[in-house]
C-alpha cells in the first residue's frame, strides 16, 4: 500500500471513528433507542399506561368501544387519557368504569384528561401556575395501604400557537415554511418547560413515591424533558425500553411524545409500546414494583 492509500484510510477509519462518538453522543443525550434485555414482571406493583386518544379524530365516536377494548385488554392499575371531554366520550367512558371503579374526571370538562384507577383515589388537582392553564394534574392512590403519586399531563402542543395550518408539522412539507414552524416550536417549547416547572415543584413539595405520565409533546433531551429529570426522575423506556418507542406516528412524521417517568422510590420492570391504529398515538405501558 503506497504513502497516499494509506493515508487516505486512515482518514477513512478517523472519520468512521468520529461519526460513531457522535452517534452514541446523541444517542445518549437525547436517549433515541434504548439497549435493555426484554423482562417480564411476575409480581407486578403498580402497571400504568397511557393514551392520547386523538378525540379530533373525525371517526373518534365510531372507535370508542374499540379503544375501551384496548383499555381494558391491557390489565394496567392507572390508566391516563389524554383528550377527554365528558360528552363526545361518553361510550368510551361507561365502558372503562365498568373495569375501573374509581375515576377522576373533575377537570374533564372540554377536552381535558381523565384517570381510571383500580386502586382508591384518595385526592387529586390540577396544577396551575399565575399565568397557565395547564393540563397537569396530582393524583394520590392508595395502593396497598401506600400512598402513591401519578402525575399526569399533557403537555401544550406547538399547533396551539399556530393560527395558520401552513406553519404546523403536518404541514411543513416544503423546507421554507420550516423556519416559521421553528419559531413556533421554540415558543410552545417555553411554555412545555414553564409546566414541566410545576410538576417538579409539586414533585419537590412531598417527598412521594411518583410516577408522572402523558403525551408531553416533545422529545428526551429537550428542556421540558430535561427539567423533569433533574428533579431526579428517569424515564422508563431508557432505563427499560428496546428500541425507538415512537408513539407518535402521522404521515411521515414518527416520535416517541408520550413518557413514562418515574422517582427513586421505584424499581422499573418493564415498558411497551402497543401497536394499535385508533389514534395517532399509541399506548405506552409500563411495569414498576416499590423498592423497600
Known amino acids: 500500500m503506497n504513502i497516499k492509500n494509506h493515508l487516505a484510510a486512515k482518514i477513512v477509519l478517523f472519520t468512521i471513528f468520529l461519526l460513531t462518538i457522535g452517534i452514541l453522543f446523541c444517542n445518549h443525550h437525547f436517549q433515541l433507542y434504548a ?16 393514551w392520547n386518544v386523538h378525540i379530533s379524530d373525525p371517526n373518534f365516536k365510531t372507535k370508542q368501544s374499540a379503544i375501551a377494548a384496548e383499555i381494558i385488554s391491557q390489565q394496567a392499575d392507572a390508566v391516563l387519557i389524554n383528550e377527554f371531554d365528558k360528552r363526545n366520550s361518553a361510550l368510551l367512558d361507561s365502558l372503562v368504569r365498568v373495569a375501573y371503579p374509581y375515576v377522576a374526571d373533575k377537570y374533564g370538562i372540554g377536552c381535558g384528561d381523565v ?117 431526579g426522575l428517569k424515564d422508563a423506556w431508557w432505563e427499560r425500553g428496546s428500541g425507538l418507542g415512537i408513539t407518535f406516528r402521522e404521515g411521515w412524521m414518527r416520535f416517541r411524545l408520550d413518557h413514562i417517568l418515574y422517582d427513586s422510590h421505584w424499581n422499573p420492570i418493564s415498558i411497551r409500546v402497543v401497536q394499535s391504529d385508533l389514534s395517532d398515538h399509541l399506548p405506552l405501558v409500563g411495569e414498576f414494583e416499590l423498592g423497600k
Open 35 to 50: 439497549f435493555n434485555p426484554y423482562s417480564v414482571c411476575m409480581t407486578k406493583s403498580l402497571r400504568v399506561m397511557t
Open 115 to 231: 384517570l381510571y384507577s383500580r386502586y382508591p383515589i384518595t385526592e387529586y388537582n390540577r396544577l396551575e401556575g399565575s399565568a397557565l392553564g395547564t393540563l397537569c394534574y396530582e393524583f394520590r392512590l392508595a395502593v396497598n395501604e401506600q400512598t402513591v403519586r401519578v402525575v399526569g399531563c399533557h403537555l401544550i402542543s406547538t399547533n396551539n400557537f399556530s393560527k395558520d395550518h401552513r406553519y404546523t408539522l403536518q404541514n411543513a412539507h416544503d423546507i421554507l415554511s420550516l423556519p416559521d414552524y421553528y419559531s413556533l416550536y421554540e415558543t410552545a417549547k417555553e411554555r412545555r418547560t414553564q409546566e414541566a416547572e410545576l410538576i417538579r415543584d409539586c414533585i419537590l413539595a412531598e417527598n412521594l413515591p411518583t410516577i408522572v405520565l402523558g403525551d408531553m409533546n416533545d422529545l428526551s433531551g429537550m428542556s421540558p424533558l430535561t427539567t423533569l429529570q433533574r428533579a
